[in-house]
């Protein structure tokens, strides 16, 4: 079983299908240099094939350009012709056959040979002799139908000239067509490089160290904290052992955590950003703690000043180290800041739940600013993520993020339930994301954790659609239980942010106490947390290994 300090491949093709067009597109652009994606992929649709050229070009591994073109196409009447020949060609071959051939036969009397016989007689392929027609020739070439036949299989005429004429004729018709035009970028590679965080064992014993791409290290990232007292992890609450060893997995998939350093936000971001209506029950008193003093933040935006910068990946990190004031997190995140405009976001936020905006037809009711303002225990972390997307709208980009902190909520305390606990969180931005890929990444989240086999159950969050709570089976009771909720978050959330249609997000989110709980046994929430916690048995409880029961 692999250890959780192991290297974690980043999903390739998060659909989870079979088909990776990313990596057919590399591989053509590896063959031919410059590739007209769409010409080479003629039967994946237009924004397949542009989702997956931004997920390589926001990793600067190709560079494409959009071009526009016109394509002739056939009409039906056009097709015909290609098939069958031109109206004329079918009058002569009629009259050719019979050697002679009166205007009432009943092969010259559909609408087709009406319209071809003037022509037949203009070309000299048939004449009158009588009141009958007579072939003029034993051979002709039907001009109409080679020079259809070429724009169908061209989508252009040889003789640019010929277009109007049969525009006018109604047999073909134009359309434009979108070209992607890839080639390779600056951080050109013929895969997307899977960025091992440790040298292993096995890595060392099958040689694949020799060819792996280890991920830069990052000189400035802060050191763990030296332990006092009691020492090593023996000195840790077990929530925060776990917490531990969440953010341990959290990091080996990529992930970059948030700043939860918040524990009373505004209605804003806890709830209006993530369109919970402001008369829903979970608003009410009983569910949600507000406070009196002071009672109200300032507009969104207004705490802006509160340092509060996102780390960035390492090899970002890297690329900034001859930039001394970039790299300062100060700098870094009044650089950010600057493009964010609050005031349309929050306009843009008022607009869904009132009038409806960005394909949503919102909850229709007056919108009430000062809501936004009021100031509560945050309920869940989501707030953080629903801020930490909106940063991400100066710079949008493929990312995943994570937060592992504290939420309150107004609830009678029982042995399962606080009124103050922590949930993990995840969010993971990037283009052509699919539920699918939702379930498989949580599967291999889960499977992390030592939890295998989950069970998804639709379920409804006012921020996601569709959404699914995740469940496990639990040896103990014998039955599954809900491990965690999760979803896509809605277009109108992230389309209001600022950030581009296709860029697409997952969201998930799970209790610390609950896996907490199974792993020490314990059945009651109160001798984790709260003043009924024993010091003395939290001093000896063992340091644990999530994947290892
Ligand atoms: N906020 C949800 C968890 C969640 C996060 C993100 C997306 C979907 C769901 C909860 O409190 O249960």
Redesign the pocket.
């Known amino acids: 079983m692999p250890g959780t300090r192991g290297p974690v491949p980043v999903p390739l093709h998060p659909n989870g299908g079979d088909r990776d067009l990313t990596q057919e597109i590399l591989n053509a652009v590896d063959e031919h240099e410059t590739v007209p994606t769409n010409e080479l992929f003629p039967h994946t649709s237009q924004a397949e094939i542009k989702a997956a050229l931004d997920r390589l070009a926001s990793r600067q591994m190709v560079e494409y350009d959009t071009n526009d073109k016109e394509h002739v196409v056939l009409t039906q009447e056009g097709q015909d012709i290609v098939d069958e020949g031109s109206h004329e060609y079918k009058v002569w071959d009629a009259v050719h056959k019979a050697g002679k051939l009166s205007p009432k036969d009943q092969a010259l009397s559909t609408p087709s040979a009406k319209l071809g016989q003037g022509n037949a007689i203009k070309l000299k392929w048939i004449k009158k002799d009588g009141d009958a027609f007579v072939p003029l020739t034993d051979s002709v070439t039907d001009t109409t139908r080679e020079q259809l036949r070429y724009a169908s299989e061209h989508h252009a005429f040889e003789d640019a000239k010929l277009l109007k004429d049969y525009q006018k004729r109604k047999l073909v018709a134009t359309q434009k067509v979108i070209t992607y035009i890839a080639r390779k970028g600056p951080r050109w590679a013929r895969e997307i490089p899977v960025e091992v965080t440790d040298l292993t064992a096995e890595m060392i014993a099958d040689g694949s160290w020799k060819t792996a791409t280890f991920k830069p290290y990052n000189f400035k990232a802060r050191g763990v904290l030296g332990e006092a007292g009691h020492g090593g992890t023996g000195a840790l609450h077990p929530l925060n052992k776990v917490r531990e060893e969440f953010r341990k997995i959290f990091f080996n998939m990529g992930f970059v955590e948030m700043p939860t350093a918040r524990f009373v936000d505004s209605g804003f971001w806890n709830f209006d950003a993530l369109f919970v209506p402001q008369q829903h029950p979970a608003r009410d008193l009983q569910d949600t703690f507000y406070v009196s003093d002071p009672a109200e933040a300032g507009p969104p935006g207004a705490d802006e000043s509160v340092d509060v910068v996102l780390a960035e990946t390492a090899e970002e990190d890297d690329d900034e180290s001859d930039k001394p004031t970039s790299s300062d997190p100060a700098t870094r995140a009044a650089e950010t800041t600057s493009k964010l405009d609050y005031n349309e976001y929050f306009e843009n936020v008022k607009r869904v739940h009132q009038d409806g905006a960005f394909g949503s037809i919102g909850y229709r009711y007056p919108y009430n600013d000062a809501e936004t303002r009021r100031l509560v225990l945050r309920?869940?972390?989501?707030a953080i993520?629903a801020y930490c997307l909106h940063r991400l709208a100066a710079n949008p980009r493929p990312c995943r993020y994570f937060s592992i902190d504290r939420?309150f909520r107004n609830e009678t305390v029982d042995a399962t339930h606080l009124a103050e606990f922590h949930?993990i969180?995840g969010?993971i931005a990037d283009y052509n994301l699919t539920l699918g890929g939702l379930q498989a990444f949580l599967k291999r989240f889960f499977r992390n954790i030592g939890v295998p086999d989950l069970k998804f159950k639709p379920a409804y969050?006012p921020?996601?659609e569709p959404?699914m709570e995740v469940y496990a089976w639990h040896e103990g009771l014998g039955k599954l239980v809900e491990i965690?909720?999760?979803?896509m978050?809605r277009p109108e959330m992230l389309l209001a942010m600022g950030l581009p249609e296709d860029l697409r997000c997952y969201?998930?989110?799970l209790s610390l106490e609950r896996p907490t709980m199974i792993k020490y046994g314990i059945s009651n929430i109160r001798e984790l947390l709260g003043h009924k916690v024993d010091i003395g048995d939290i001093e000896k409880m063992p340091a644990v290994r999530l994947d290892r029961e």
Do not use: A, K, W
């Open positions: 309920t869940h972390t989501t993520s939420v949930q969180e969010v969050n921020y996601t959404s965690g909720n999760s979803g978050f969201g998930f989110g």
